[in-house]
């Protein structure tokens, strides 16, 4: 199947390392021109090498979104490098994985800030853009525990409702099709975060003994009684990113 992705201009936010990195790196493969971002150089560097030498393209865009300096210095490659993007997709994401009842109020708020309102940030900026041209998609990565949380992740699961919340509310007031705004919310994926996670809460200190943790906890989330895989969820998000996908607007996947 040919997805239409050829030329297209992608900022992939979040794409040093996991799902980010696999989904910049799927579009690369598609012909794509693909903005690498992450808070760490370094890392933006070692992903976007990784895709020229498999014959994409790649420009890194270093910036933390969670900062209106960060979204500005990303936006101005955005224009000086591509003259305007095709498609965002909002993958970045940060906060802590503290007991909810002992996070204080400042790790709530950093969290929202990271998860949701870099989003904002960015949609505001480009999304209008995008309808000029007549042409956009914008594909926010939420979480499946925002619907369905487990115990202690109150925090994180909090912000992912709120981002399925901005992505409906956010097709609702579009009056034209021209630009389409949907939610991928991932369940157990094999990521490095996963594993830190497990590390943090204290469930696991390798690889194998995070997958079973989190397998024994979450039984739901294993319907193959495996973890997920970056490519299953890159997969996704590049057909929501096609001119196939014009009739989906508004969808959580």
Request: aromatic residues 4%.
């Amino acid at each position: 199947m040919n997805l239409q992705l050829e030329g297209k201009r992608v900022l992939v936010t979040g794409s040093t390392g996991g799902i980010g990195e696999g989904i910049a790196k799927s579009f690369a493969k598609e012909g794509a021109t693909v903005l690498i971002n992450g808070r760490r150089k370094a890392e933006a560097e070692r992903v976007a090498s990784e895709i020229k030498s498999d014959g994409g393209k790649a420009i890194i865009a270093v910036g933390d979104l969670s900062t209106e300096e960060g979204v500005d210095e990303v936006i101005k490659i955005i224009n000086d490098e591509l003259d305007g993007l095709d498609i965002l997709v909002n993958n970045a994401a940060g906060g802590e994985h503290q007991n909810d009842m002992e996070a204080p109020a400042a790790v709530w708020l950093s969290s929202y800030n990271s998860n949701v309102l870099s989003m904002v940030r960015l949609i505001q900026k480009l999304l209008p853009k995008m309808a000029d041209q007549g042409w956009g998609r914008i594909i926010n990565i939420s979480s499946a525990a925002a619907i369905k949380p487990s115990p202690g992740m109150g925090v994180y699961s909090t912000t992912k409702a709120a981002v399925n919340n901005l992505t409906v509310t956010l097709a609702q007031s579009r009056d034209n099709d021209c630009v389409t705004i949907n939610t991928v919310s991932p369940g157990a994926i094999i990521t490095p975060a996963m594993v830190e996670m497990a590390q943090q809460q204290g469930m696991a200190k390798t690889w194998e003994e995070a997958e079973a943790a989190f397998a024994t906890m979450m039984p739901q989330s294993f319907p193959f009684k495996r973890m997920g895989k970056v490519s299953e969820i890159a997969n996704v998000v590049l057909f929501l990113a096609s001119p196939l996908a014009s009739y989906i607007h508004g969808a959580n996947i």
